[in-house]
Each structure stands twice: as C-alpha cells, then as structure tokens.
C-alpha cells in the first residue's frame, strides 16, 4: 500500500469526533481547511460518514467502506463502494497522482491509524471557556514517538464569527523516519 494521510477535526482534552452520529460543533474555518486539503484528492471513508454528509463531495474521489448491500445498490453514481479498508485501499491507489485521505468515521479510524498513516492532518478543538467536548465517538491517541509535527498554525479569538466559542489549532504530523 502506498502512503495515505488521514484529516480530521478532534477536541484537543476528549479526543471527541462526533455525538449522534454528527460532528458536535460547526466550524466554518475548519470546513474551509478540509475543503482545501481535499479538493481533488481521493477521499476513504465509512457509510455512516458518507451518510451523515449526505451526498458524494464534489472535486473528489469518494469511497465508501460499507458491509450494507442495500447501501450498494443505492449508491450515486461515482461513490465507489467497498466491502473492507483493503479493497478501498486497493481502489485508491489506482489515482496514482492523488493523494488519499481517510476522513472517517470513528471505526475506519480506529482501523487506519494502526496502518500507520504517512500523515495526519488535526484540527485540535477546544474551548475557549475550558468546559470539555463531550460525544460518544472518539479519534485513537497520536503515538508521538511515531510521528512529529511539521506544521502547527493556531487560530480563532473567543466568540469571533469564524470560530465561535472554540479555538483551533491546525497540526500536522508526519511519520518519523524510520517508523513507515
């Protein structure tokens, strides 16, 4: 498998994804990052990911990792449906000039980052009144001896229109050498 990075948006003291089956806040900074980081890419994620966007992200390769047949047969025209993280993969790299992005769920996660990602992309979330983000769908630890981080950029001012009352911090990390 060749190299595939992995972007999402994380509360910094719960490693919070998601509540209810959506993201537990709304961050038009951090939509505006993903949309940047994606746009043109080949996108991995799972059914209830792609459900809860509601339809394939336009500019993009969109794979969808689902056991559901029913979900198969439904599925719009140009969302590529998989059975298994390894036929997904497989998919991927066929798009040899794109990068490959897994953008969740909490499962596909749990799954990838014990691949190993050659990158992952985090917008750290908490907030600026120090009560913590709860939900019920977290991202795993980020072993920091596997990977350093070569980039950070903090954003956002309390109860500003872009970030309302969370701060965000863009961090990405890169596997150390030695650890591919």
Avoid at 83 to 106: H, L, M, P, R, Y
Wanted: charged share 25%; proline share 6%.
């Amino acid at each position: 498998m060749n190299n595939f990075s992995v972007i999402v948006a994380c509360a910094k003291d719960t490693r919070v994804i998601g509540k209810n089956g959506k993201m537990p806040w709304h961050l038009p900074l951090d939509l505006k990052y993903f949309k940047g980081r994606t746009t043109g890419q080949v996108l991995i994620m799972g059914r209830k990911t792609y459900e809860s966007i509601g339809k394939p992200l336009p500019n993009r390769v969109n794979i969808v990792i689902t056991r559901d047949k029913k979900f198969k047969s439904k599925a719009p025209i140009g969302v590529l449906v998989y059975e298994s993280i390894e036929d997904a993969f497989k998919s991927a790299n066929t798009f040899k000039d794109k990068e490959t992005i897994v953008i969740g769920g909490g499962q596909i996660y749990k799954q990838v980052m014990e691949m190993r990602p050659h990158r992952i992309y985090v917008t750290w979330v908490d907030r600026f009144d120090g009560q913590p983000i709860k939900g019920d769908t977290t991202f795993p630890e980020i072993n920091t001896n596997q990977y350093k981080v070569i980039d950070t950029h903090d954003i956002g001012t309390p109860y500003s229109p872009t970030s309302g009352e969370f701060n965000l911090v863009f961090t990405t990390y890169e596997i150390a050498n030695g650890n591919t």
